[in-house]
């Protein structure tokens, strides 16, 4: 081979292995940032756990002092049932991360309503176990708010890197997608309406 031709091979090396190095920098990045948020999510399950175990606790404080009254008894049973169910769901490791949204937010009301049924009863907010786990539950709730605004923001971030220009032409050969924002559930905005017979 002649000494042009050694050359001409020199260079294509050297552009090849700039575009090689120019790569691994994104890319890089945008593995710490897709695991950041795969870590703020896993914040958001656990906070979610720790509502889902307080729950059933709360309701069941409830449903003992309510035994006296039958309607009262009925719709806490009845959310009962609802929370065993977003439990069951949330359980299931094969959901996705938007199913395992709906069984938390499927909680949610139902806790929003058993809320609206303590209203009725002042005498049970004085109730040492009934207050403990309200206060424990509020603390939760800041939590799960707390990790969702972290998650959010972490997506955010990582969602404006794999699209700006030229991390996204990158972020496609990579097979780096989007990802979806938490967003509140439909008509979360509004007071549930609990209704006695």
Known sequence: MSRRSWIIIGIILAVLFAGYL???????????????????W??????YQRRMDLIPNLVN????????E????????????????????????NLSAD??????????????RLLVVVEKYPDLKAVQNFSELQSELSGTENRVNTERRKYNEATQNFNTYILSFPNNVIARM?????????EAAKGAEKAPEVKFN
């Open 22 to 40: 120019t790569m691994i920098s994104p890319y890089n990045t945008m593995v710490g940032l897709a695991q950041r948020v795969k870590e703020q």
């Open 70 to 93: 039958k309607s009262t008894l009925t719709e806490v049973t009845s959310m009962r049932a609802q929370v065993g169910q977003a439990k069951v769901n949330w359980d299931n490791k």
């Open 99 to 112: 199913e395992r949204v709906a069984a938390a937010n499927q909680m949610e009301s139902a806790l929003s």
């Open 42 to 47: 896993g914040n958001v399950e656990a906070s």
């Open 174 to 182: 990579f097979g780096f997608r989007e990802k979806a924002y938490f």
């Open 61 to 68: 404080t409830v449903q003992g002092y309510a035994n006296f």
